[in-house]
């Protein structure tokens, strides 16, 4: 199995920066896709952002003020410019093959909440 430890999270002001990261452990053999995805209350969960080798993909919404990068196993996203509509529960999104599989599967997070108040 691989697991997601999330850190950062928090409640900040509108305009300001947060960070998250996101590192993967278990058995891996080989990572493809990390990205972080968030939602909202009464949301349906959305892409934020992914990295897979050296590409980037970023949803319209946060393009221009987030930034995804990676290290070796570990993901993070650097949130600047946050706008209370950036409130939302924030999930490390990993796809990954393991010793256990020979296929890629998904693997998700717990969560961290992000909250920005105007």
């Known amino acids: 199995q691989v697991q997601l430890a999330e850190s950062g999270g928090g409640l900040v002001q509108a305009g300001e920066s947060l960070g998250l990261s996101c590192a993967a452990s278990?058995?891996?053999?080989?990572?493809?896709?990390m990205g972080w995805y968030r939602q909202a209350p009464e949301k349906a969960r959305e892409l934020v952002a992914t990295i897979s080798g050296g590409s980037t993909n970023y949803a319209d919404s946060v393009k221009g003020r987030f930034t995804i990068s990676k290290v070796a196993n570990t993901v993070n996203l650097q949130m600047n410019s946050l706008k209370p509509e950036d409130t939302a529960v924030y999930y490390c999104?990993?796809?990954?093959?393991?010793?256990?599989?020979?296929?890629?599967?998904?693997?998700w997070g717990q969560g961290t909440q992000v909250t920005v108040s105007s």
């Open positions: 278990g058995t891996i053999s080989s990572i493809y896709v």
């Open positions: 999104y990993c796809n990954a093959r393991s010793r256990s599989w020979d296929v890629n599967r998904n693997y």
